[in-house]
């Protein structure tokens, strides 16, 4: 007999936590191991007949929803929730084909009590009764006189009638009624009446849009549990894993709307980071598993508003509820449900896990495809210009490169001589390693470049497919401070993502600083004999650059081609690969928006996301 859990020899109790797929398969492990004759569940038993109808319909959600003897006209119910330790019970009493009692208190108004428990995630490292005994005393006492106190005393009442009917029964309750319970069954406290109740109960099909509302897990873990439970395969550790499935799924999903050839940029060091940074915000909130929030202001932070989105809409799907089916769905809200009639109306549900609330997190969301229609028929074609942060992100970076070029073009020219009097510009480690036995140090000394660097060539898609970098244009400085920018790019007009506000992705791009006016090389007559857009690009940089040398930044150095036509102009191509940059700040760099008009740069921010 266990001192914990059973009440008598006939009779034992599994309190659980609701909503939580962790318990929701130790009552169905306990339940197989047990193999009892009836078991027993707090639900009131005007709820039985449909409650078991909607667990015939699993992996399919829906909801048995009672509407309430009030004049405000509320509802109650109770979710068909795979995850529902309640209706895990019922699911293995019917498959083990025993009898089931629903043995709550009939009540006119349902009222929810609301509790913060521990994460159930503890059940993985703590045994089953350590951690109840530990929730012992965290559990409030019903009051006096209460309908919590008179359903608890009604529960108690139907456990001894059951007890002369069967020789095995399981009990599976709230963990906050299970002390009481225990306390009511051993005085044998007096029982409630049962009231009259509003209509009768009837299973309705929850919207796949809201199931994130109904269910205790994330519909895309509800929906691992289900797949591993119909193929046999072990679950015990879903809680963590299906979160880490859900971030890599999510990732190559993002990956592949980004459409970009070399793939996406979240490698295994980035997962890391957004795992340390879940790990971090799911202990600030007291915490073991991370939430539907927590996850998602990761993602932002890491991947971006894009990335945050598909996950977003990714942890809120449930394949299995895309089956069409006769019935009427129904819409569901924090407290909300639509009633028949399309109301909203509120609603209280009688297997509360973690409480749902509201959380604020700044998202931009991808504009519907209607709407992106309209705002490109709107578009004025005599007007376009750029966007001033990304113009002063992405010319800081340029002129990063040409410090880096200049520093290139030094250890080329650096002399290496014995080491005398002076260490010069330091110790050159090759040629001292090289001359060990000799026992000689040698210092290196780095003359002073000539010239400047003018200009600077990114190539970032090689080879360019001109089907799909269509647009190509030249743009002049504003200021002082910006460059002359010639650059070949996907059309903008193809993806609006606001009123007068196009985003476009750079194929390649040259930027000539100081500023000033030149032809554009895409119309230049003089550079027709470029056989490609890259080719062209850098055959105009190479023309027009006034200095020797020009910095060419590229997945892959220039060939023989491209070298014979720079000496040909009497130029040095100075050559960066571009992994030796990070592939987030490539990503950043490549996308640019087009604003219509100066006047959209107001408020162009409302509607452009932002991209880690």
Not at 63 to 73: D, H, M, S, Y
Not at 243 to 253: G, P, Q, T
Request: aromatic share 10%; glycine share 6%; with cysteine.
């Amino acid at each position: 007999m266990n001192p914990v859990l059973d009440l008598s020899e006939r009779l034992s109790v599994l309190p659980i936590i609701y909503g939580s797929g962790d318990f929701a398969l130790e009552v169905r492990r306990r339940l197989l191991s047990m193999r009892p004759d009836c078991v027993a569940v707090s639900l009131p038993a005007s709820f039985a007949d449909a409650v078991e109808r909607g667990v015939e319909r699993l992996p399919l959600v829906s909801a048995v929803v009672q509407r309430e003897v009030t004049l405000e006209g509320e509802y109650n119910y109770v979710p068909i929730d795979p995850c529902q330790g309640i209706i895990a019970a019922v699911r293995t009493a019917m498959d083990m084909e025993v009898d089931r009692a629903f043995i709550d208190l009939e009540v006119e108004s349902y009222e929810e009590h609301e509790l913060v428990l521990p994460d159930p995630y503890a059940l993985k490292e703590v045994a089953f009764e350590k951690f109840l005994a530990a929730l012992l005393p965290a559990l409030p006492p019903p009051s006096e006189g209460g309908q919590r106190q008179g359903r608890i005393r009604r529960m108690a009442y139907e456990l001894h009638r059951l007890e002369l009917e069967y020789e095995s029964v399981v009990f599976v309750c709230s963990v906050a009624d299970w002390p009481w319970v225990r306390q009511a069954y051993a005085e044998r406290a007096p029982y409630a009446e049962h009231q009259r109740t509003g209509t009768l109960p009837e299973c309705r099909r929850v919207a796949a849009d809201c199931l994130y509302f109904a269910l205790g897990e994330l519909p895309y873990i509800t929906h691992l549990y289900e797949y591993r439970r119909a193929e046999m395969v072990a679950d015990a550790s879903l809680a963590v894993d299906g979160i880490k499935a859900l971030l890599i799924e999510a990732r190559d999903l993002w990956a592949a709307s980004l459409e970009l050839e070399d793939g996406h940029w979240l490698a295994p060091q980035q997962m890391g980071l957004l795992l340390k940074y879940v790990r971090n915000l799911t202990l600030l909130d007291s915490r073991l598993t991370p939430d539907l929030y927590n996850l998602a202001l990761a993602a932002k932070q890491v991947g971006g508003d894009d990335f945050a989105l598909v996950l977003l809409d990714l942890a809120c799907d449930y394949p299995p509820q895309r089956i069409v089916e006769d019935d009427e769905e129904m819409g569901m809200g924090i407290g909300m449900i639509v009633d028949e009639d399309g109301r909203a109306q509120p609603c209280k549900n009688r297997l509360q896990g973690v409480p749902r609330i509201w959380r604020k997190l700044p998202l931009k969301p991808n504009p519907p495809l209607p709407k992106k229609q309209q705002w490109g028929q709107d578009w004025d074609p005599y007007g376009q210009c750029s966007y001033p942060l990304e113009d002063q992100r992405i010319e800081s970076f340029q002129q990063h490169v040409r410090e880096q070029a200049r520093i290139l073009v030094g250890e080329d020219q650096a002399k290496v001589e014995k080491f005398s009097s002076s260490l010069k510009d330091g110790l050159d480690m090759r040629e001292t390693l090289r001359n060990w036995h000799t026992g000689d140090l040698y210092v290196k000394e780095m003359p002073p470049s000539r010239g400047h660097i003018e200009v600077v060539v990114f190539l970032f898609d090689t080879p360019a497919d001109p089907r799909l970098y269509t647009w190509q244009s030249t743009w002049y400085a504003e200021h002082e401070e910006e460059s002359t920018l010639s650059f070949f790019a996907t059309p903008f007009i193809d993806n609006m993502v606001g009123p007068g506000i196009g985003q476009a992705l750079y194929g390649g791009c040259s930027f000539i600083f100081p500023p000033r006016p030149i032809a554009d090389i895409w119309r230049d007559e003089n550079l027709s004999f470029a056989q490609s857009l890259e080719e062209r690009l850098l055959a105009g940089a190479l023309m027009h650059s006034q200095e020797k040398r020009v910095v060419l930044v590229s997945p892959q150095p220039p060939g023989a081609r491209w070298r014979r036509m720079a000496r040909k102009l009497g130029r040095q191509i100075v050559y960066i690969p571009l992994k030796r940059f990070s592939a987030p700040t490539i990503d950043r760099l490549r996308r640019f928006h087009v604003l219509n008009s100066k006047e959209v740069r107001s408020y162009a921010a409302r509607f452009i996301r932002d991209i880690r």
